[in-house]
């Protein structure tokens, strides 16, 4: 009924109205809440940077040494068909540790070892062609050398004839000055004139003779030096050439080998720590072949990793 009588806000008021008397106190100074906060401040400032404190905790760690342990992997996909070494061996650089298997193998055999046997095939014909040039040559020079010796020789001769023609030639023609003189007096008849200028146009013939024949024999000795060059150049292009093939045959003999068997070496000097694959294992590209920890001046870290 009173809820009706007067109004909410009335009730409301009565309702919280203090019937006590309030007594306030006069609050801090301005300055000394001032001064109490920087010390505060200072103090917490100060225990930071000049105190210290440890709290334990759980971490995990490991043990590394430097230089670290070396990981030998698998180059190419195949299967061990040797094994070199065994876990604890001291190994150098570049030594052997396993030998793979990595050729290809059909119905009609082993690839790599057809190809290496056709090369081989190819090698030893093309090395017997050399040896028959090589023959060839030495019996070519042989006998274009007979020619020019003999030739040689018959120009030798020719030149002598020569000189012996001229000498005569020469004597003939004095001699017909003096037949002209005998036929003037009567001392020869113009028969035995004449017979004289036949002999001499004869003896003239035959220096002619020789003439040619000389510069004919020079000649053939120039084109049989000439024949011996070109011969024997030809025989050492010849060569040359399957000496050029022989080294590409060599060339893809080492590829076919390198398709074949390949060895596994030590990448650095050490003691092996494991080995994960045994004698006729397969392996795949990039499998992991061997460990090897390096020996000598070795540091050791114990590092934490921490979360």
């Known amino acids: 009924m009173l809820k009706k009588i007067y109004r909410k806000e009335a009730i409301?008021?009565?309702?919280?109205?203090?019937?006590g008397k309030a007594l306030l106190?006069?609050?801090?100074?301005?300055?000394?809440?001032?001064l109490l906060?920087?010390?505060?401040?200072?103090?917490?400032?100060?225990?930071?940077?000049?105190?210290?404190?440890?709290?334990?905790?759980?971490?995990?760690?490991?043990?590394?040494?430097?230089?670290?342990?070396?990981?030998?992997?698998?180059?190419?996909?195949g299967f061990v068909i040797s094994q070199y070494v065994k876990v604890g061996d001291i190994v150098t650089k570049g030594q052997p540790l396993y030998e793979i298997d990595i050729s290809r193998n059909t119905t009609t055999g082993n690839v790599s070892a057809t190809q290496i046997e056709v090369i081989n095939e190819k090698i030893a014909n093309a090395e017997d062609i050399i040896s028959k040039l090589n023959h060839n040559k030495e019996e070519t020079t042989i006998s274009l050398e007979k020619q020019l010796k003999t030739i040689n020789d018959s120009l030798k001769e020719t030149n002598h004839m020569l000189a012996n023609a001229q000498a005569g030639l020469k004597k003939m023609h004095d001699n017909l000055s003096s037949y002209d003189k005998y036929l003037s007096d009567g001392l020869i008849t113009k028969d035995q004139y004449n017979y004289q200028h036949s002999l001499y146009f004869q003896q003239q013939s035959t220096y002619q003779s020789l003439v040619s024949q000389k510069m004919q024999l020079e000649s053939q000795v120039t084109q049989l030096n000439s024949d011996?060059?070109?011969?024997i150049a030809d025989f050492d292009n010849q060569i040359s050439s399957q000496e050029n093939q022989i080294n590409d045959y060599k060339n893809q003999l080492v590829e076919s080998n390198a398709n074949g068997n390949i060895i596994i070496k030590a990448t650095t000097e050490g003691r092996i720590e494991s080995l994960a694959v045994t004698k006729g294992q397969m392996v795949d590209k990039g499998s992991s072949l061997a460990q090897i920890k390096p020996t000598g001046d070795i540091e050791y870290y114990l590092v934490f990793m921490v979360t």
């Open 37 to 77: 906060s920087f010390a505060f401040l200072a103090i917490l400032i100060a225990t930071t940077v000049f105190c210290s404190f440890t709290q334990r905790i759980d971490v995990q760690g490991e043990v590394i040494t430097l230089p670290h342990s070396v990981n030998v992997y698998a180059p190419q996909q």
């Open 12 to 19: 409301e008021y009565k309702k919280h109205h203090w019937k």
């Open 228 to 231: 011996k060059i070109t011969k």
């Open 25 to 34: 106190l006069a609050g801090l100074p301005a300055w000394l809440v001032a």
